[in-house]
Every structure is written in structure tokens, then in C-alpha cells.
Nanobody, 123 residues
């Protein structure tokens, strides 16, 4: 079992960068695929990126491909999301989640969720 806790959100101007962190408690962190999702007001939670526990492979939503980078440090039980070239439409609460699957691209595939961190991009 893991419990993700996100940090690093904030207010940034369009074109700027932020790095989100997700620290997960539990001794089996390296056995979980970690994902980032986001939810804007009035919208459904959507997939952003994931990094596989087994191969380290990464997958991204088309809307963030080329701008966001997901990475993990198993020694620190932490996963990161580096967000560059931010746009106002990136404004949302960003959630970190853990899945036992090797590839997990939807919310139903994840077992543990963090409370989220707010990212606001001003134009």
C-alpha cells in the first residue's frame, strides 16, 4: 500500500515552468506505476502522464506531450512532473496516483490517490 502526497503547485505566468513532486509512503513504491491526473473546475479528471514500475516507460496525454516530463526516484519514493511552456488551459488540481498495472491510462486503473495540488497559469 502507498499513500501519495503532492506538492509544488502554485501560480505561474503562461510560458513558465513548475515541478510537481509526489512523495509516496510505503515500502513497495517501486512496484507501482505512478501517474499524474488533473481536474479543472466543472470537468472530469483527465490523464496527464504515467511512468511504469516495470520498464520505466512513460506515456503522455497529447495535450502535454513535448511540454511535460514525468520521472521517478525509487530511492526517494518520489515521482516528479516537470511542466514547461505552461498554458492557461493547464490550470487544474493535479493529482498523483499509484497503480499495480504496468500501463495505466485511466482513473479506474489506479488504486491510491493523493489529495492534489493546485496549479494556476495566468495569461
Amino acid at each position: 500500500q502507498v499513500q501519495p502526497v503532492e506538492s509544488g503547485g502554485g501560480l505561474v505566468q503562461a510560458g513558465g515552468s513548475l515541478r510537481l513532486s509526489c512523495a509516496a509512503s510505503g515500502r513497495t513504491f517501486s512496484s507501482y506505476t505512478m501517474g499524474w491526473f488533473r481536474q479543472a473546475p466543472g470537468k472530469e479528471r483527465e490523464f496527464v502522464a504515467q511512468i511504469s514500475w516495470s520498464t520505466g516507460s512513460t506515456y503522455y496525454a497529447d495535450s502535454v506531450k513535448g511540454r511535460f516530463t514525468i520521472s521517478r526516484d525509487n530511492a526517494k519514493n518520489t515521482v516528479y512532473l516537470l511542466m514547461n511552456s505552461l498554458k492557461p488551459e493547464d490550470t487544474a488540481v493535479y493529482h498523483c496516483a499509484a497503480s499495480r498495472l504496468a500501463v495505466a491510462g485511466s482513473t479506474t486503473m489506479y488504486d491510491y490517490w493523493g489529495q492534489g495540488t493546485q496549479v494556476t497559469v495566468s495569461s
